[in-house]
Structure formats: structure tokens, C-alpha cells
């Protein structure tokens, strides 16, 4: 029993060191494990740092080229604006030909070459990604398209093959521009190729030029330095004078469009003394004039000369047009009739009221053409009212769209004549005028139109109405009633003075105005108010009793060797406001104590009060406002792998 037992100890013991070192070679089998994943991880991530690494090369090479693309077409546009002529004779373009050739040479010289051009980067990412672009001038191409080379169209619209007249010229160049971009932190390079377009369109304001005064928010033309101070405040608008402009010290000017004068000197009134000097502000005696100009003073300017005709406006009475002077007494006997059918007396009547109307000709019975009750039938052929003699005019706005009527009220010594214009949409004359006086009402066909002096087709509705004296009196029906009807386009004008009584307004304020809480533009329905006169005054005797007085026009006083301005004859206003501009011959006391001109912005271009005075100005030279150019993307292309 002894015996079996110890031999199985033994047996044990044996087996247990057959197993000795076992856990060792376990132990190194792990850690040979172990040393494999991680030169598999390492390998694994060097790979993945290395691809990093390159893509994020080659993005950066990719967007260099990208970028180069965009800053040199922009310099192209650049450089073109750059060539164009500041001014050009008749027959002369605004961007010289071979314009392209140059623009190409300097866009080569100054991208092209071996030397990459870096990108410029700031704050944060001033070190993150130095980008560097270069082009290739073998593909990069910048030319006029040949098809067609230059587009023009002349003041009448029509297309032109050379440039004389020409108002409108549009340039298309085609361009091609290889970029290499190339990131500095490795050798990787991304090629692109953008071609297309560049469109450079060039208005040209001709060397003689009409220019409407009523672009102008204040036009004064006899102004002789330190002869009078202009009042202060805020003034809107263009603002010039053939004389000079003189300022005060006893408050504060804000111009915000361009000043002008022909004088080389401005006055600044300290109220003892007036200095005169060429400069934009003045200091004496530590106090300051300093006005504020944010469109800039031009002194040593061009004169304007003024309007040479002061009578086509009464021409255009019988004719829409108004370019050929003062009408004869025959003139308006052919053309005018009065409320009863009756041609305008041939020895010229000290009163009246006359429409330019006609009896048309029946093609049947090959008479004066009548209705069906016998009465006269007439058709309007003319632009406005001819009032002869003194006579007070009151406007009124009244219907609702799409019926739309604009009412002149004409008093003449308690015989009132009332004519009520009523546009129909579409073709411009077309609707009614009624003309009302006593118990005699005439219903014309037609209503008064505006014609170009060329063709003497219509335009557009525009009323004239010409007071062959004095206007004792201009205002609405009532204090903040409206007088101009929506689209309604009139101007009034008067062979001696004009006397306003009471505010005149649009139905639907068109501007903007400082303090507005809600804005107007929607109130642009193309109406228009000028009051004009060439012979005399613009008289203010305001008879509301607020003392407030505002006015929705173009107002001139304006004529070759006139003495015209704005006058206050009556009480003292508080507050004048006007709403257009203000055009005189000369500076008068308005009795005002706080005044606001408004420039109404509609005006100055080719939309004005209708035949509002207007003069030819040549500066000897054309010359261009040159519109924001386009670029049209015809192609992109990314030529890295083929370049």
C-alpha cells in the first residue's frame, strides 16, 4: 500500500515539470501579438496622415486656383473701366479700340511667368493655408467678340454701326484664364479653366446735352457773393448757382447731393464781416462755418445757360409739342374754341377759357360731324387749357380708380369754368374732357397728350395749362385735400405772376421724405406737378390758418434776362414745404420760418413735369457713365489630371 502511493507521487511530480515554461512562451506570444497590432496601427495611421496630408495639399492647391480665377477676371473688368476715356470727341468710342490687347498683356505680365503669386491671408488664418496662383498665358485669351464687335443704338433708338450719335454702346469681350494653384506646405498643383464673357455697357452723355431744371432740387441763377445768406437747414437734391453761394453762421447746412457754382469762391457771413474764399469752410474769430457736403462742392463750374424760349409752353397748348414759339392770335383762332364751340376771337379776348378741339368731319354726309341729338361732336388735338386774363385756379382730385379725374377750377371775375380730365388706360389721349361753365357743358372726346417733336407720336397724358396773365390765386380745394390726381402729369404756367393761396398736393406722396415712419414708395404712380413762369413771381400769401403752406413741385421763376424768384407778399409762415425743387432767377425773402425743400428724385432724367423749362448745355466732349459690368460663366473646367 506504501508502495503504490509513493510511486504515484512520483508520477506528479514528473508531470509537472514536463509543463515547466509554458507561461513564458504564452507570455511572448502575446507580446509578439501586441508588437504587430501596433506596427499594423502605426503603419495604418502614417498611411492615413500621408493621404491626409496630400488631400489636404491638393483642396489647397485646388482653391488657390480657383481664387486666381476670380481675382484676374476681376482685374480684367477692372482694367477695361480703367481704359475708358474720361471724355471723347464725336466719332469716338468710350473704350479706345485694342483695349482687349492691352488688358491681355498686362493680365499676363502680372499673373503669368514661373513665380506663383500668394495669396494673402490675416488673422487666425494668417500660417493655416499659404496658397500661391499663377496663370498660364499659353491658355489664357482675352479678346472683343468679333460678332459683333461693338452694339450702339443712336437717340432715337435705333441700332448704329458706328458710333457718331450713338447714346448707348454695350462691349462684349470673350476671355479664357488657366490658373495653376499650388499650396505652399507640399508640391501638389490643381489646374483650372474658366471662359465666358465680360458685357461693359456705356451710356454716353453727349458734349450738348438738354438738361431739364427740374433736376435740380435748387437752381439760382443771380447769386453775387456776400450779396445775401442762404437760409440754413437741410437741402436735398443737385443744388447750383451761375453766381456764388454765401452761408451763414446762424445755423447749420447739410447738402446731400452735389453743390455747385461757376464762382471759384464761396461767402461765409459771420454776421459783421463776409469773408470770401475758395474753400469748402471758413473760421474767424473762433467761430466756424463749416457746411456739410456730402456730394461734394464744385466751384469754377461750366454756366448753365438758361431757357431761350419762354413761350413754347403756351405753344403746347395747341400743339402737345411746344418747340416753335409763341403762338399768333390766328394761330389759336385755328386751333382753340371755348365752352359754346366758338373759335378763339381772331382780335384776342381780355378773358376766356379755350380748349384745343375739333369738329370732325362726317364720312358720310361729308359735314361737321353731331351726335344724336344734333349736337356738335369734338375730338381733343391738343396739350392743354388756355386761359385768357387773370384768373384764380383751383385742382381737385376726385373719382376712384380705375375711373381717375383731375379738375382745373378757373374763376375769372365770379364766371367759373370748371374742366374735368378723364384718362382712359391704354392709349395715351384716349378717355373724355368735360368743360363746364353756367348751364353749358361740352363733352370732348379725348384728353390732353404730350408728342415727341420728332415722330409727333404720343407719349402719354400731360396736361398744359396756360394763364395768358396773371394767377391770383393756385391752391387745392382745401388744406390737405389732394389737387393732383394719381398719374396725373400737369404743369401750370402763367404769363406774369402766380400767386399760391393754399397747399397743393399729390393724391399719393411718391418720395420719401426725413421723419417718414412708413415708407411711400408705393405712392409712385408717375404723377407730377410743375409751376412755371417766366415773366414774374412765385407769390406766397398763404391763407390757412395754421401758417403751414406745402406745395408738391418743381417750382421755377426762370427765364434768359428774368428777375423771377419765390416771394412772400402775405402773413409769415411757420413752416413751408415744398416737394420737387426750387429753380430761380434770383433769391427773394420768403417769410418763412422754418423751410424744407424736398428733391423729388423721380425728376431730372427722362421723367419731369411736362414741358418744364429746360436748356442745351455742351461741354465740348462726350462723355460715359459706364454701368456695373457682367461676367457670364460660359465654362469651368478642372484640368489638373490632363495638364
Known sequence: MLRAIHSSSKFARRRRQSQRG???ITTLLLLLLMIGLSLAMVLSSGSDMFINSYYRNFRGSFYAADSGLNIVRQDMMAQILKNVSATFGAGVQPIP?????????????????????????????ASSWPEAYRIDPAKTVFQIDPNPAIACTTDNNTPCSAPVGAKVFTYTYDYAITAIGQSAKGTERATLTDQGTLVFTANIIPATSLINFAGYGMFIDNFPICSGTLVPGLITGPVFTNGAWTFGNSGTYTFTDSV??????????????????????DTKSGKTIAPTFQGGFNMNSQKVPLPTDSYNQERAVLDSIGTAGQPSSTDKNAALKDVNGNAYPTSAPTSGVFLPMQQPIDPVTGKPQVDASGKPVFNFTGGGILVEGDAKVTLAATGTAPVLSQVYQINQGGVITTITVTPSAGTPGSGTTVIQSGTTTTTVQGVPVMRDPASGAATGDATMLYVNGNITGLSGTAEGAPAIQDASQVTITAGKNITVTGDILYKSQPIDMPGDTISKTGGDTRQALGIFTANGDVILNNSQADKTLSIDASIATIAQGGSGGIVNNGASIDTLTIVGGRIQN????????????????????????????????????NSAVMLPPTANRGGWMDNTSTY
Open 260 to 281: 455747385g457754382s461757376v464762382s471759384g469762391q464761396a461767402g461765409y457771413n459771420f454776421g459783421g464781416s463776409c469773408d470770401q474764399i475758395a474753400g469748402n469752410s
Open 586 to 621: 434770383n433769391i427773394k425773402n420768403i417769410g418763412t420760418t422754418t423751410r424744407n425743400v424736398f428733391f423729388d428724385r423721380r425728376f431730372g432724367g427722362t421723367f419731369s413735369p411736362p414741358w418744364f423749362p429746360a436748356t442745351s448745355v455742351n461741354t465740348g466732349k
Open 97 to 125: 479700340p485694342g483695349t482687349d490687347a492691352i488688358v491681355l498683356n498686362y493680365i499676363n505680365t502680372t499673373y503669368g511667368g514661373t513665380t506663383f503669386k500668394q495669396l494673402s491671408n490675416s488673422g487666425q488664418a
Open 22 to 24: 509554458v507561461a513564458l
